[in-house]
C-alpha cells in the first residue's frame, strides 16, 4: 500500500505540474502586445510678451534757474509703451537741494490736455511721492504729461526772500507693470 500511495502522489504530483505547465503556455499565448506608430507635434512654440516704454525728448523736462515770485515753469513729455504687452503706468517723484524751495514750488501734472481736466497731481513739489497713471495699451499706446512748477509768494516780503538763492532739483520716473 505504500508503494501505491508513493506512485498515487506522483502521479497527482506530476499532473499537476503537466497543468501548470499548460495554463502558461496558454495564458502566455494569448496576451498580444498592439503599439501604435508614434505620432509627432514639432513646433510648439513658446515666447515672452515685451513690456518696454520710450520718452520723447532727451534731458530735463524743464529748468528754471532765475525763477522770482509769481514765475511758472512749463514742460512736457510723451511716454509711449513699446512693448507688445499692456502696463499699469506709475510716475514717482523724489526732491534734492533746498527742501524748503522744493515745500515752496506748487506742481501740477496734467495728462493728455494741458491745463485742462482734473490733474494727474496738484501740490507741493516736495510732497509728490507718485500718481497712478493708469494703463497703456500695447503697441504705441502713448500718453503726454504737461508739467507746471509755480513759484508763489508766501503773503509777506520777508517770506518771500527767505528763498532768495535756493536750489531744488526733482526727478521723475516713470515704471509699468504688466496688466
Known sequence: ML???????????LTAAALGAVSVVAIGGTYANFTATPTTIASNAFASGALT????????IFTA??????DTATGSVT???TGNLAG???LAGSTSGSSPLAGQLQLTIYKDA???????YSGALASFVSAALGTFAANGDAHTY???VALPTTGTDAGDNAFQGLSSSATFTWSATQA
Open 88 to 90: 499699469v503706468y506709475t
Open 114 to 120: 494741458d491745463n485742462t481736466g482734473t490733474p494727474v
Open 53 to 60: 516704454m520710450s520718452r520723447s525728448g532727451s534731458g530735463a
Open 65 to 70: 534757474s532765475t525763477m522770482k515770485i509769481g
Open 146 to 148: 504737461y508739467f507746471h
Open 3 to 13: 508503494q501505491w500511495n508513493t506512485l498515487l502522489k506522483g502521479k497527482v504530483l
Open 79 to 81: 511716454i509711449t509703451n
